[in-house]
């Protein structure tokens, strides 16, 4: 399972990550108390202390900065946040590494929920495989704390968030169709604000090396030799 929230900066996205985190730490309780198994809850923000003390009570928290710390996980619930760090369009093809991880996360028990400025950056790949996609926008609420600015004495705000069809996307500009019954509105407020650290700077993750193999083919009728990367 793949969900993918989308948004300009600062339209709340790294805030529905949060708050889904929150739900998923109490499933996973409940989960806990039934098999005795504790999953793994991996971010690449990093998360407040008080949270992370819940998480470990049922669950196992995990922070990570490359693709390579996740890639074999089992039995995790992955929060991404900025996905194109991790699979950027620019590349041609996925590693084998990558492919296998966004193409095997339901055999291995993977539920995956990600954020990202725009959809079409991420990797193609990656983008046909997601089971939902979400558009977030904020509507009004206060600015972001900034060092040089006076401090933000009071957390408040509403947002939206719009189910898009994710088999409607076209290409770098398209809109995706709405999904009628799919807006939401919600409340911003500051427990699910300071859940996460809302200044830390994602960055680049180290990409797996895509492996070459050198191929040389025979042609006896010309008695020359080809040779080709696959």
Known sequence: MKIIYTGIESSCKSLELSKKAELVMNRNRIWFKKVGIKRTMAFNSPMAEEFIKKVN?????????NLDDILYLQEADIFLDEVIK??????????????????????????????????????????????????VKKIMGNRRPMKTAPPVTKIWGVYTKQKVSVQSFKGDNATMEELEGGLSISFIYRKDIER???????????????????????????????VVYV
């Open 57 to 65: 009570q049922y669950s196992t928290y995990l922070f990570f900065k």
């Open 86 to 135: 991790f699979f950027p369009a620019g590349t041609n093809s996925l590693s084998n590494e990558q492919l296998h991880f966004i193409t095997q996360g339901a055999k291995s028990g993977i539920h995956l929920w990600g954020a990202s400025q725009d959809f079409s950056q991420v990797h193609k790949q990656f983008r046909r495989l997601v089971n939902e996609v979400y558009v």
């Open 196 to 226: 996460f650290d809302t200044s830390y700077k994602i960055p680049m993750s180290t990409l797996p090396i895509k492996k070459v193999r050198k191929q040389i083919i025979h042609c006896d009728e010309d008695g020359y030799e080809k």
